[in-house]
């Protein structure tokens, strides 16, 4: 369970000051689980409703939905009351709803707090930023980290490295094809289906498909869109490309990091450097067991380095620093976290000792705040998987 999380939420859902909690992120990383067990916590009056699997959903179901939730709290109406909506991008013009609802309530004195579940970023923060502005205050969720993993089902390092963060497929780990077979129908699948191809217009599905299959094998690796559209033997267009890899993104299932400048339309410019947001992901494009990853030490190492920028990603949605990667030539750091004013540089290191010649040439160029080596002479990786990257600024 993730714990900070779920204290946050409680917090916020019991103080008296009324505002729409937004609650989103990639599927199965526990939002519903989390509001369900604070339901059950605080033994508020509540009703619980979700959009997920209701075919061509509209408003009329929201506006329903939330005239229901009205009718139960006349039956207490000094008392709080908490209306729960989850999946809720999946409703046409939601927020515009939720706008006229939240407001009728608001003038009519009504106390009826509202909580909003969804696993698409992209649609979530659009109907926020149209219709919502000042009404709400919202916490992504982000895929489970080391800690979360290790306290919940005492995974080990090399099983995360392996299996990633996500807590549905933690007792399939000793069965490598069973897993693979989960994570690929029931996450993956559920995810480009039900919160992308339904969501959003994509006119060439098999090639969204086919980018998050190849993008995740290169996971930690930096490709140009050209060199991806000759793997994907595509002649599309690169722009479409481009939207369909901000889709994914979206989605919590991969993303490009933009190599750092210092000038922002040169970032936007840059190649992008492959990352998914689950080592999971990357993973169940091989066939390899984790004894047979292990061994290929070159694989091994790959993994690694996407487990680094995984937890990175991850904990970059929650706390707000931005991530990215640097090279010029052959010299490359890893990656570079900028918070505020300050930056940090970060290279990855899983096997033996060398001497890291872009750190040097990045340190004279930028002067950051602070650089580590994350591994083989440096942070070893326990330590790293158990930080919050965020203690990094504070050197």
Partial sequence: MKRT???VVKKRLEEPRKFIQVLFGPRQVGKTTIVTQLLDELNVPHLFATADDIAGIDTEWLRTTWN?????????????????????QKVQNWSEVVKKEWDNDTLNHRPIKVALLGSSSLLIQKGLSESLAGRFEQIYITHWSFTEMREAFGTSLDQYIMYGGYPGAAELMDDTQRWRNYIRQS????????????LTQVNKPVLLR?????????????????????????KGNLTTLGGYLNLLN????LCGLSKYSGNVIQQRASKPKLQVHNNALMTIQSQKSLDEAKADTAYWGRLTESAVGAHLLNFSKSEGFELYYWNENSKEVDFVLKYGEKVVALEVKSGTHSFNEGMAVFNRLFSPSASFVIGTDGIPFEDFFTTNPMDFFKI
Avoid: C, W
């Fill in 5 to 7: 999380v779920y204290k």
């Fill in 250 to 253: 979206s989605a919590g299932l």
């Fill in 210 to 234: 086919r980018l998050f299959d190849i993008g995740s094998s290169f996971s930690a690796q930096i490709l140009s869109l050209n060199k991806i559209q000759g793997e994907l033997q595509e």
């Fill in 187 to 198: 996450l993956v699948e559920a995810t480009l289906s039900k919160d992308i191809l339904m």
């Fill in 68 to 88: 229901r939730a009205r009718l139960e709290h006349q039956k207490n109406p000094s008392a709080d009351f908490l209306l729960v909506i989850d999946e809720v």
